[in-house]
Each structure stands twice: as C-alpha cells, then as structure tokens.
C-alpha cells in the first residue's frame, strides 16, 4: 500500500513506447482508509488524464508475508473499483507469468526482467523504483500476451 506502481504504454501494434511513470506512494503511519483514498484519488486522476483503452495489473495469487497481504489486497480492491468505475478492460498476470512472457523464464530474476524491459523499450535509462520498473514489465507482458487482443 506505501508504494503503487504504474505505467502508461502507447503500442502501435509492434512498437511499445513509454509515456509516463511513476508511483502513489502514501505515507505510513497514516490511517489506512485515508491511504486508500489517496490511491484512489490518484488513479483516477491518471485514468482521467490519460484515459487508457485497458489496464494490466498484478494478480494477487500468495504471499508468504501474512501482515502485508491484507493492506495489499486493500490497494488492489480500491484500483480495480477506479478501473470498473471508467469501464476499463482488466488483464491479471501474475509475477511468474511476466517473467515467463517477458524472458521466457518463469523465476527469471529482477535483473533479467529490467533487461527485457529496456530491449523492449530501446533505453538503458529505468526508473529507480521496482514497483514502478514491474509495472512497466507488466504493460510490456499484456502487448506479447497471446491472449490480451481478445476484446
């Protein structure tokens, strides 16, 4: 819930271009609720600037860390509810399925998804957070999902 990453692709059919990133990061120690309200507020500002055709997110699958499953799948609750709100398509991949699409290799490590990312976006500049370097591994994984253009 402290940082959410997100990312926002134009892709042409064959080219992924980077338009924006970053996160919504909340501040701890904050009541939960006005944590989430702050996400929400947030991304419907983004979906409201960028007014996105569909949105992939992470799918929430296990956790080994019980005390911060709740508080995550708290975030996810409240961007799935901005998503439905504006009647944005979801696609859910889970963190070994955008390692799998993106290397070709199920536990691939952070380094090796961060390498696929800049091949696919031609750069050797990413941003400093994970989340928001996953969140761009995740928009790449939905262009190369051979089940994303369905819709």
Request: glycine share 6%; with cysteine; proline share 4%.
């Amino acid at each position: 819930m402290a940082i959410v990453g997100y990312s926002v692709v134009e892709f042409d059919g064959k080219n992924i271009n980077l338009l924006n990133s970053g996160s919504i990061q909340t501040q701890k120690g904050t009541r939960e609720s006005s944590r989430l309200l702050e996400i929400f507020n947030d991304m419907t500002a983004l979906i409201e600037k960028y007014k996105p055709d569909i949105c992939a997110i992470e799918k929430l699958f296990f956790f080994r860390n019980q005390t911060t499953v709740m508080p995550v799948a708290h975030a996810r609750g409240v961007i799935l509810t901005v998503l439905e709100k504006y009647k944005i398509p979801i696609y859910e991949y889970t963190p070994m399925e955008v390692k799998q699409i993106l290397t070709g290799y199920g536990r691939a490590s952070k380094k090796e998804v961060e390498q696929m990312v800049k091949l696919s976006l031609g750069t050797e500049k990413l941003p400093k957070l994970d989340d928001t370097i996953d969140s761009i591994a995740i928009a790449i994984c939905y262009t190369r999902s051979p089940n994303s253009f369905k819709n």
